[in-house]
């Protein structure tokens, strides 16, 4: 299994202000993956985290709005850059990696944008 | 286009009922996750499945290759089950369900 942790685990921010929301994993991992879920929503796919080189984002999210880091195969960011109320959500890590049987997720980072 | 189809929306039980939520998916996707959600927002792998059947506990999954169909199965149901199921299907990069709220009630 793998454990993994977010932080801030939540946050309010003002409209046009960034936040960095950190995901660490206990053990290496293949697959870091960062989702979004909006108030009565289900979750959605921002983007693959991939180590060393560019995040892979999915169609409806950018790389200047949602900047990701991964440095190494244990440790992720994310940011939200020029916050809007509409990115008022709950923003997820998760990993998945061979021998892993399934995916894991973190708790969570639930942001309010005022 | 792949989709992942849940029914019910809402589910409300009586303690100690049998429980089954329902998930459907489209040609493409080749293994469905079950995860369940707390009102504090944290998720939970339950099941990852590519055929037949997983057991844990009181929860159950099933899948049906031929017909894209899965199933969650809860026995016994207790209070503390209530929360959010979700049915994601693919093995990496998922592709979420609705989700199902379920309300266990003493």
């Known amino acids: 299994s793998a454990v993994i942790s977010q932080k801030p685990s939540r946050d309010i921010c003002q409209r046009g202000t960034s936040l960095t929301i950190q995901c660490q994993v206990d053990?290496?991992?293949?697959?870091m993956f960062w989702y979004r879920q909006q108030p009565g929503q289900s979750l959605t796919l921002i983007a693959t985290?991939?180590?060393?080189?560019?995040?892979?984002?999915e169609s409806g999210f950018v790389i200047d709005k949602f900047p990701i880091s991964r440095p190494n195969l244990t440790f992720s960011t994310l940011t939200v850059s020029n916050m809007s109320p509409e990115d008022s959500s709950i923003y997820l890590c998760?990993?998945?990696?061979?021998?892993?049987?399934?995916?894991?997720f973190g708790p969570g980072t639930r942001l309010l944008v005022l | 286009k792949n989709e992942v189809e849940q029914s019910p929306q809402n589910l409300t039980a009586q303690e100690g009922e049998f429980i089954t939520i329902n998930c459907s998916y489209s040609?493409?996707?080749?293994?469905l996750h079950w995860l369940q959600q707390h009102p504090g927002g944290g998720i939970v792998s339950l099941f990852m499945?590519?055929?037949g059947k997983k057991k844990h506990g009181r929860l159950i999954a099933t899948i049906n290759i031929q017909e894209k169909h899965s199933s969650l199965h809860i026995t016994a149901s207790h209070p503390r089950d209530s929360a959010v199921y979700i049915c994601?299907?693919?093995?990496?990069?998922?592709?979420f369900g609705a989700g199902t709220r379920l309300a266990v009630h003493p």
């Open positions: 998760s990993v998945a990696s061979r021998g892993l049987e399934t995916q894991y």
């Open positions: 053990s290496q991992v293949t697959m």
């Open positions: 985290a991939n180590q060393g080189s560019e995040a892979t984002y």
């Open positions: 040609v493409g996707i080749s293994a």
């Open positions: 499945l590519s055929s």
């Open positions: 994601a299907g693919g093995y990496n990069k998922l592709i």
